[in-house]
Nanobody, 120 residues
C-alpha cells in the first residue's frame, strides 16, 4: 500500500513564499507522476500542476508563474514552491501520486492535505 503525506503548510503573510513537500512511501516499484492540487473553501479541487519521473513539469494557467514543482526521485518526494502568495491562495493543498506497487498494480493515491492560509 502506498502512503502519501504532505507537509509544510501554515500561516503566511501576503507576498511571502512557501515550499510544500509530498512524500510517497510504501511498497513501491516505481513512482510516476506526482501531482499537486488545492481546494479552497467552498470551491472544487483544482489541479495546479504535475511532474513526471523524468522531471517534466506542467502547470495550470491559474498558477500564473508563481508555482514551481520539483522532485527528488531518490526520496520519492515532490515539492511545490510558491512565491508571491495571495489571500486567494488559501486552501488545502493535496498531493496525488501515480505509482506501480510491489504487487505490480498501478495505483493513484492521495494525501490528507496540508493547510495553507495567507493572511496578514
Amino acid at each position: 500500500q502506498v502512503r502519501v503525506v504532505e507537509s509544510g503548510g501554515g500561516l503566511v503573510q501576503p507576498g511571502g513564499s512557501l515550499t510544500l513537500s509530498c512524500a510517497a512511501s510504501g511498497r513501491l516499484l516505481s513512482v510516476y507522476s506526482m501531482n499537486w492540487y488545492r481546494q479552497a473553501p467552498g470551491k472544487q479541487r483544482e489541479k495546479l500542476g504535475a511532474i513526471t519521473e523524468d522531471g517534466i513539469t506542467t502547470y495550470a494557467d491559474s498558477t500564473e508563474g508563481r508555482f514551481t514543482i520539483t522532485r527528488d526521485n531518490a526520496k520519492n518526494m515532490a515539492y511545490l514552491h510558491i512565491h508571491g502568495l495571495k489571500p486567494e491562495d488559501t486552501a488545502v493543498y493535496y498531493c496525488n501520486v501515480f505509482s506501480r506497487s510491489a504487487t505490480n498494480t498501478l495505483d493513484s493515491d492521495w494525501g490528507q492535505g496540508t493547510q495553507v492560509t495567507v493572511s496578514s
